[in-house]
């Protein structure tokens, strides 16, 4: 690899850890182990080509195109923590896994099977991790932290909704969302 590819990479692993939070090589990686699949099988899941998932793994291609790859993404993040604490058994989670393949994105607020807790009621990080993806589908990090910044002296309340939903952590995002609800 030459250095022009080298500090393509490098700059399409920054722009994938602005919109993303992290370069999505480690993103992948870490659903491949927590989840037990190969990268043939999370190409399949998350609904892209073999080719192109090692693109966006090596930083060959920085940006996923389609907003439903990224709401897949979301899920499978969700699902490999249920695994992790225990929520969520192998079965269940292969189970799972063939739900969020089928799922085609749709509206981001839908309410879906995944995305409901046992009472029918979408879970509030369910929500804030839609919000999230929409805001992040629209523009990078740094792109809203710029708006946010542009809009608090006129709207401060927007400006902090900017910079929590679209650049912070979602722990940040659902106490923000619970202390605002009724």
């Known amino acids: 690899m030459d250095a022009a590819q080298q500090e393509a990479t490098a700059r399409a692993r920054e722009l994938q850890r602005n919109w993303y939070g992290e370069p999505l090589g480690a993103l992948f990686r870490k659903l491949i182990d927590d989840l037990g699949l190969n990268q043939a099988r999370l190409a399949g899941v998350l609904g892209l080509s073999a080719p192109m998932l090692s693109q966006l793994m090596s930083g060959q291609r920085a940006k996923i195109g389609n907003p439903a790859v ?4 979301q899920l499978l993040q969700d699902l ?16 799972r896994m063939d739900e969020i393949k089928k799922s085609q994105g749709g509206s981001v607020l839908s309410n879906t099977t995944q995305s409901t807790n046992s009472s ?6 369910r929500v804030v991790r ?9 523009a990078a990090a740094g792109d809203i932290i710029e708006a946010a910044d542009t809009l ?6 927007l400006a902090e909704f900017l910079r929590v939903y679209g650049a912070g952590r979602t722990s940040d995002a659902v106490a923000h969302y619970q202390s605002h609800q009724s």
């Open 70 to 73: 990224v709401q897949r993404v």
């Open 80 to 95: 490999a923590g249920q695994v992790a604490d225990g929520s969520v058994s192998a079965a269940e989670a292969t189970e």
């Open 120 to 125: 029918g009621a979408p879970t509030v990080k």
């Open 130 to 138: 839609e919000i999230q993806s929409l805001l992040r589908s629209v």
């Open 152 to 157: 608090a002296p006129t709207h401060p309340e």
